[in-house]
């Protein structure tokens, strides 16, 4: 018989395998399951906003006027799809389908801004998508602004007579993400949404399995000791969770044109980190039910659900109300995800961000603990 | 195919005496909350034996079996089995037992030979010798040609020896079963018994709970467990000879119900029981018996077909001992 330090892994790794391969359907949801989503979230959950569909009202008709409203066809985010030819037919406009924004320039624009004076134009916003409405709004005021200091620059140059260099040149540039596509932002979230099923839901219907079925007795009986069980039934899972983890990247990659721009070596670490805490949240949570229903009941609220919604996936944490803030704090996948954009978008290094590799160390390490000394009492 | 035996790691397992016994239960107690399951019970299992652990449901016999496996630990008192402390050297209990239960315990998403691999796997059976013990197992199971088929498709007294196989790969020096042939036929029951005999006659130690009385008159000793407490232990013989002092009648009449009723009332009558469409009086030894139960019964208009002294069956024994430890139990709460 086995004894000291050797581990007697083997048998149970081999089995796991044997059990997950003969299952078509676990095999399939684990492989496949990745891509899929990848596919859904990533051309669904679009937040980019372009080609906003614009109606313009030009009171003013003048070459100021029609300079400041060609400030926003230049870029894509903005469509005209209407151009009014008076105040009546705004109304109703915004209550179909076909206009998002109405431009108002009003008659006085032009002889305010030749005068030097103030002016309005009217911007008048469906705010029934309130997140896309506020995008629109933030791209709206930024033309606005920039065209305001053009404007300024130029009365200064008429008063001054002489050339002004603009004292602020206010070039917006988006690092990391400069297209601003939600794909690249989304394929990091993935990741640790996916891994967070694979892992917590399979190995906590692994371990309530053998107990329903009465096997997890004799391997009580047999001479194998916990952390043998424990390693032995994980390591499957973090070889497949690997797998689904480079298919992801692998999508994400020819979908999304993501690519990982920091060391694949730190993202490999901080992605087994990770996954020992949802092994060990897994195995918590098979020492804590009895049946598989319950298991998986169980599994899906305290993993998946949290990863989606608390963990900054969709829902950017900073827009919680305070109180929810204070509960992401408690979520691993709000750290795993804080470093996957760090090395994936970034390429930054451990430097940038030590303190989610730190907390997710601890995340793993207390739960490891945690679900082996309830799993060792139970097997005792 | 030779039975290898542990024995020679006995010294770590204490007394010299000890060594004839495999398996000694010392005040052995569990308690689940408010419930004694089991009630400092002591027995000893000698070395090669059949031990048979019979007593109702809920009588404690899987609360003990599961204790002297490690699947739980003991409230109060100790277990010796293979030398071993059940609490203290529960690492070496395990490599030398064999365990069994009614549930089979098999994967049956994965087929005979994927089954025998895991658990001889996980007992670190490897190489040439699992290759060897898996032969065995198929031969002795009659599994040859299914190897590759899954367990789900085997019927029940195929899988049960399977399972009875898989529980022996490491050739463990004794085996527990647990209730083995529960739902399982009769014939597949007895072909089951066989293969305990066989194991039995190569010196494995096999401790069995059943409530299957046939299958208690196959042990070599019987201990009684009711209530958490063992009543009675010895062989078959013996624990009949606890009924000398009665006379066991079976009785075929008509209405046996309210018959039976009559002589229970009788000062002479210690037990009556139902079987069948007859049933068994046990009385005081006295030469007229018969003709007595015959007047009774006539005085009320039930008509004796036969009246027969028996030779008392296991079930005659242990439903008498069972009476007598509840009236002893409400003579004890009534004093």
Known sequence: MKKGISLNILPIVHKEFRQIIRDKRILGILLFLPAAMLLMFGYALNFDVKNTSMAVYDEDQSSDSRDFIQQFFTSDYFLKVRTLSSKAEINNLLDGEHVRVVLVVPSEFSKDIQQGKSTNVQIIVDGANSNAAATVLGYINAIIQQYSLKVMAESFMRIGGRQVTMPIDFQPRVWYNPELKSAKFLVPGLIAFILMITTVISTALAVVRERELGTMEQIMVSPIRPIELILGKTIPYVVISLFATITILLFGYILFDVSIKGSIFLLSVITLIFLFGGLGL???????????????????????????????????????????????????????????????????????????????????????????LRMRKFLA | MKLQFANKDLQSGGREADRNYAVIADQLTKIFGNFVAVNHINFKVKRGEVFGFLGPNGAGKSTTIRMLCGLLVPTEGTAKVDGFDIAGQSDDVKARIGYMSQRFSLYEDLTVEQNIDFYGGIYGLEGRRLAERKRWVIEMAGLSGKEQMPAHALSGGWRQRLALGCSVLHEPPILFLDEPTGGVDPVSRRSFWDLIYDLSNRGVTVFVTTHYMDEAEHCNTIGLIYNGRLIAAGSPTELKQNLNRYSIYEVHCTQPVDAMELLKIQPWTAETSIFGSAFHVSTLNEPDTPKKIDQILARNRIAARKIEKIIPSLEDVFIHMIAEEDARKTGDTGV
């Open chain 1, 282 to 372: 897994g195995m918590l949570i098979s020492t804590i039910v009895e049946t598989q229903q319950l298991a998986f009941m169980v599994a899906v609220i305290v993993s998946m659900l949290p990863t989606f919604i608390l963990s900054g996936f969709v829902f950017p944490i900073r827009n919680m109300p305070v109180f929810i803030q204070v509960i992401t704090y408690i979520i691993p996948a709000r750290y795993f995800l804080s470093a996957l954009r760090a090395v994936i978008l970034k390429g930054a290094g451990l430097s940038a961000f030590w303190d989610d590799a730190i907390f997710l160390t601890i995340y793993a390490a207390v739960m490891i603990v945690v679900s082996s």
